[in-house]
T-cell receptor, first 110, second 116 residues
Framework: GENVEQHPSTLSVQEGDSAVIKCTYS??????FPWYKQELGKRPQLIID?????GEKKDQRIAVTLNKTAKHFSLHITETQPEDSAVYFC?????????FGTGTRLLVSP | EAGVAQSPRYKIIEKRQSVAFWCNPI?????LYWYQQILGQGPKLLIQ????????DSQLPKDRFSAERLKGVDSTLKIQPAKLEDSAVYLC??????????????FGPGTRLLVL
C-alpha cells in the first residue's frame, strides 16, 4: 500500500520568508495529492491540491510542485504571515485510499 | 453550503465502556470516511463508504470498532469496548467523487475522545 513521508516535522521561519515542505510517496499509481492545513483544535482544511497530469499549481502565495519520476511533491508558501502558523499535512491517493503524511508544524514569527 | 456535521464534539469515558459517534456528510456527497487522528499524527483512515456500501475497512479494528451508513447518508461509528489507546480525535469526511476521479475530502470538526 501507499506510504507517505513528510519533512521537516517542524519548521520555524520569520514573517515574510518562504517555507517549503516536502513529501515522498511510494505507490507510482497515486494520482492525486492534496495539502491540508490544520490549526490547533480545528478540522483539516484543503489549501491546494494537484493531480498527476500537471507538474505545478499556484494559488496566490501557495504553490505545489510534483515530480512523478522521483515520486515527491512539495508545498511552497511565499511571504509567510503569522496566520500561516499551523500543522500542514500532505496526502496521496490512487482513488483507493487517501494516505496522510505525519505533518509539519510551521511557526511563523513576527 | 452546510459542512460536514459531527456529534458529540467531546466525549470522556472509562476503558471498557462503549461510545458512538455520528456524522452527517455534505448533501449529495456519496463517499463518507471515518479517520482516527492520534495527537501529533496525521489522520488514519478507518473506513470508507460509497453510498451505503463499504469500500475499504482494512484498518478498522473490527473486534471493537463498527460503523454503518444504512441509508447512504448519515453514519455512525461505534467503539465497544474502548481501550486507553483509542483516545484520539475521530474525524468524518465526505467527498462528491465523480466516477474514477478523486474529489476533495471535506472534514467535519471531529469528536475528541478521551478514554480513562
Amino acid at each position: 500500500g501507499e506510504n507517505v513521508e513528510q519533512h521537516p516535522s517542524t519548521l520555524s521561519v520569520q514573517e515574510g520568508d518562504s517555507a517549503v515542505i516536502k513529501c515522498t510517496y511510494s505507490d507510482s499509481a497515486s494520482n492525486y495529492f492534496p495539502w491540508y492545513k490544520q490549526e490547533l483544535g480545528k478540522r483539516p482544511q484543503l489549501i491546494i491540491d494537484i493531480r498527476s497530469n500537471v507538474g505545478e499549481k499556484k494559488d496566490q502565495r501557495i504553490a505545489v510542485t510534483l515530480n512523478k519520476t522521483a515520486k515527491h511533491f512539495s508545498l511552497h508558501i511565499t511571504e509567510t504571515q503569522p496566520e500561516d502558523s499551523a500543522v500542514y499535512f500532505c496526502a496521496a491517493t490512487d482513488f483507493q485510499k487517501l494516505v496522510f503524511g505525519t505533518g509539519t508544524r510551521l511557526l511563523v514569527s513576527p | 453550503e452546510a459542512g460536514v456535521a459531527q456529534s458529540p464534539r467531546y466525549k470522556i469515558i472509562e476503558k471498557r465502556q462503549s461510545v458512538a459517534f455520528w456524522c452527517n456528510p455534505i448533501s449529495g456527497h456519496a463517499t463518507l470516511y471515518w479517520y482516527q487522528q492520534i495527537l501529533g499524527q496525521g489522520p488514519k483512515l478507518l473506513i470508507q463508504f460509497q453510498n451505503n456500501g463499504v469500500v475499504d475497512d482494512s484498518q478498522l479494528p473490527k473486534d471493537r470498532f463498527s460503523a454503518e451508513r444504512l441509508k447512504g447518508v448519515d453514519s455512525t461509528l461505534k467503539i465497544q469496548p474502548a481501550k486507553l489507546e483509542d483516545s484520539a480525535v475521530y474525524l468524518c469526511a465526505s467527498s462528491f467523487d465523480l466516477q474514477g476521479v478523486q474529489e476533495t475530502q471535506y472534514f467535519g470538526p471531529g469528536t475528541r475522545l478521551l478514554v480513562l
